[in-house]
């Protein structure tokens, strides 16, 4: 398929194919599948909550009625509802004051129906997520986000994860892309994906040990940066801003983008222009995006068995 081929992947390559290769055609990049590899997640805790008694409980809050983040909503009350995890949505409007949402998440707190508490950000202007994101009982974290969670995360200690970094680090584990000693270049520095999952790779376990280094608006040197990373995580919210010129040949790109061109839903990455120098890729959509909710409902579990 436009001069490449599909190696070591157990095919029977045939005669027109091996030729390829014995001449020196490139491989086709493994396409990192976040869809089917969220779907064997969900699938593996569905079967162990289909043998509980009390089922675990996710509590949502959505303040206004930002569409994005509508959408985000329903489909993590999709997600519950296809693996058994009962799901409990609260509205507020868009004038909420913070006192109002913080008493509300304080309720939830005692509540034991509700083993995990997820307040969809971004919120209204006038409340501060920080003040939000302390009032959620560290127990009930399962975004990952409260000041002992990070901090836990940062000495290695076992404790909720931010789920989009997470969601990267299993994709890496399940397509057994190897992080030790490999350079990898984040793009973005921001506290939900960029600080967390090079946190996460620095830790000295199999799919970490790697070295790390954050490439931001401030970054002088960053196209040489990049042509040194075995490994890109984009996570910066610019479309098609990675291209072909600026990476090396043989790269991994992980593709945390989400952006609406046109009518149509693109990552950070010119997919078309970079993919032939890759040797590995998630795809927008359906890479990072599927493995997020995913590891939410793993979070929730986990938040279910540190307490009953």
């Keep these: 398929v436009g001069g490449a081929c599909f190696v070591g992947w157990g095919w029977d390559l045939g005669e027109n194919c091996a030729q390829m290769i014995k001449q020196g055609a490139k491989a086709m990049p493994i396409i990192i599948d976040g869809k089917k590899t969220a779907q064997k997640i969900k699938c593996r805790l569905k079967d162990k909550i289909s043998n509980l008694k009390i089922k675990p409980g996710l509590a949502v809050i959505l303040v206004g009625d930002n569409p994005a983040s509508q959408v985000y909503v329903s489909m993590k009350k999709k997600a519950c509802d296809e693996i058994g995890i009962k799901s409990f949505e609260y509205k507020l409007s868009q004038s909420a004051s913070e006192d109002e949402l913080i008493k509300l998440i304080k309720k939830l707190n005692k509540d034991k129906k509700v083993h995990g508490i997820l307040v969809q950000l971004p919120l209204p202007g006038h409340i501060n997520e920080n003040n939000i994101l302390f009032t959620i009982d560290p127990g009930k974290d399962v975004d990952g986000f409260h000041p ?85 995580i984009a996570a910066i919210g610019k479309p098609n801003f990675v291209k072909a010129d600026m990476i090396k040949d043989g790269a991994v790109i992980i593709d945390v983008g989400i952006n609406r061109v046109s009518g149509k839903i693109v990552g950070d990455v010119d997919y078309d222009d970079v993919f032939n120098k890759l040797s590995a890729t998630t795809p927008v959509p359906g890479g990072v995006g599927p493995m997020t909710i995913a590891m939410l409902m793993s979070n929730t579990l986990q938040a279910y068995g540190a307490t009953d």
């Design 148 to 232: 002992m969670n990070i901090g836990k995360m940062m000495i290695g200690a076992e404790t909720f994860l931010p789920c989009t970094p997470y969601g990267i680090q299993k994709l890496l584990e399940e397509y057994n892309i190897k992080t030790t000693g490999k350079n990898v270049v984040i793009l973005g520095r921001s506290n939900i994906v960029g600080k967390p999952i090079g946190m996460m790779l620095l830790q000295k376990h199999n799919f970490g040990n790697a070295t790390v280094i954050f490439c931001h608006s401030q970054s002088e040197k960053r196209d040489e940066l990049l042509k040194q990373a075995d490994i890109i």
